[in-house]
């Protein structure tokens, strides 16, 4: 069975771009989780997904959106990049919103330049 | 303000050793505590869940045990190898799917 699976693997962009990330659950999980990993420090939660409807939101700007469609693949987007943004951005699948288990994607490398 | 603290925060050795790595929390009322891995510029394993109500948790040459009441947990590697080298990451929840990260142990393991 195929994992967790994220696209684009990297990605360059410049200030003040947008950029959208897919990911793609594993088969029968229902619930995608979205974090940003800057370089030398652990993920951070950004949103959490769970039949198309918003679970949870972690402490980003309003810059940050997300969505989950019918087939449970999920899209991040991120409008106005900043520097700062420049991060590694992990998805995570469960099979429901409660589940401990989290299964996580290889992630997208997203320089902003 | 929820924080996990990771020490050390690298760790060289030679392989054989036996390893610890610690995990501090300041959140008590956490519902469960996971150990990761992460090789460069990769996703995360999990490794090991203990849940709030359990002491430790074994798999293989790791365990991993935890105390609540203190807000610590350790992470036992023992007869380390070089295919062990990664970075080690804890994590709690406090119910659900957001975990909150450590920044983690980076650990080389040299023949």
């Known amino acids: 069975d195929a994992g967790v699976t994220q696209s684009p693997t990297h990605l360059i962009k410049t200030r003040g771009q947008q950029v959208t990330l897919r990911c793609s659950p594993i088969s029968g999980h229902k619930s995608v989780s979205w974090y940003q990993q800057v370089l030398g420090q652990g993920p951070q939660f950004i949103f959490q997904y769970y039949e198309k409807e918003e679970r949870g939101r972690g402490n980003f700007p309003d810059r940050f959106s997300a969505r989950q469609f019918p087939n449970y693949s999920s899209e991040l987007n991120v409008n106005a990049l900043l520097l700062g943004d420049s991060a590694l951005y992990l998805c995570?699948?469960?099979?429901?919103?409660?589940?401990?288990?989290?299964?996580f994607g290889s992630g997208t490398q997203l320089s902003v330049l | 303000k929820q924080e996990v603290t990771q020490i050390p925060a690298a760790l060289s050795v030679p392989e054989g050793e036996n390893l610890v790595l610690n995990c501090s929390f300041t959140d008590s009322a956490i519902y469960n505590l996971q150990w990761f891995r992460q090789d460069p510029g990769k996703g995360l394993t999990s490794l090991l869940l203990?849940?709030?109500?359990?002491r430790e948790q074994t798999s293989g040459r790791l365990n991993a045990s935890l105390d609540k009441s203190s807000g610590r947990s350790t992470l036992y590697i023992a007869a380390s190898q070089p295919g062990d080298s990664a970075t080690y990451l804890c994590a709690y929840s406090g119910g659900y799917n957001k975990l909150i990260f450590g920044a983690g142990t980076r650990l080389a393991v040299h023949p």
């Open positions: 995570a699948s469960s099979l429901d919103w409660r589940s401990e288990k989290l299964f």
């Open positions: 203990i849940q709030s109500s359990q």
